[in-house]
């Protein structure tokens, strides 16, 4: 039976989905936050790239949106291969990279989880659900970033990772985000000791958390 457009449209959301499931998930496993590489994800999701019927499809918008889909995961694929090599080589470590991204150290007192219970919307989640090549979860669109709002981008960033785990994003809007986030900024200072903290999104279990990190003192003018 031929495959209709709306199908195969489907099957490039998934694809998007996928692919950006497998990129936070490795990111992940890089910082620290996840105990093994998603080695089951990644081949479930050459499998369904084996197999989709966007291989075969006939109008040119499918066949470059599917071909543009794959240039970003072989991309990407190149890039965690070689550091997967790095890591086993001990060129670098899961430390050097967490200090790369940011973050002094993986002591508690250095970077703290916002936990779910803890009052910030933004981080109340649950288990994702599993994926369905022909049908997606509804899910709010992400604005266009703002390149002098960090707030801005991290709201971004914290619904593009939601999505990659095909959560759900009615209700979490920009703005009960933001006064979720200034209320956790002092909570999250007092219990690091530090005079602030900086927010970055992560996955960890299947969840999607905003990890709070101190926020290093800047030397004044000379």
Do not use: C
């Not at 219990?191 to 003192?217: C, N, Q, T």
Request: aromatic share 6%; no cysteine; proline share 8%.
């Amino acid at each position: 039976m031929a495959v209709t457009d709306k199908e195969l449209d489907n099957d490039l959301a998934d694809l998007a989905i996928r692919i950006e499931k497998m990129r936070v998930k490795y990111q992940g496993f890089f910082l620290g936050l996840e105990k093994l590489p998603p080695l089951f994800e990644r081949d479930q999701l050459e499998r369904f790239i084996r197999v989709s019927a966007l291989n075969d499809a006939r109008r040119a918008v499918h066949k470059f949106r599917f071909q543009a889909l794959l240039q970003r995961y072989r991309t990407l694929a190149v890039h965690w291969d070689r550091i997967m090599r790095e890591l086993e080589e001990g060129r670098i470590t899961r430390e050097s990279m967490r200090r790369d991204a940011g973050y002094a150290s993986s002591t508690p007192r250095e970077a703290q989880p916002v936990d779910e219970d803890e009052g910030l919307p933004a981080t109340q989640s649950s288990p994702p659900p599993t994926p369905s090549v022909r049908a997606t979860p509804a899910r709010a669109a992400a604005p266009a970033p703002e390149p002098d709002d960090p707030l801005k981008r991290l709201y971004i960033d914290y619904i593009s990772a939601r999505s990659s785990l095909g959560l759900a994003n009615e209700g979490i809007t920009e703005s009960a985000f933001r006064a979720g986030l200034d209320k956790q900024r002092l909570a999250q200072a007092q219990k690091l000791g530090v005079p602030d903290v900086s927010f970055s999104v992560v996955v960890k279990e299947g969840r999607v958390i905003l990890l709070a990190r101190a926020v290093a003192d800047r030397p004044g003018p000379a």
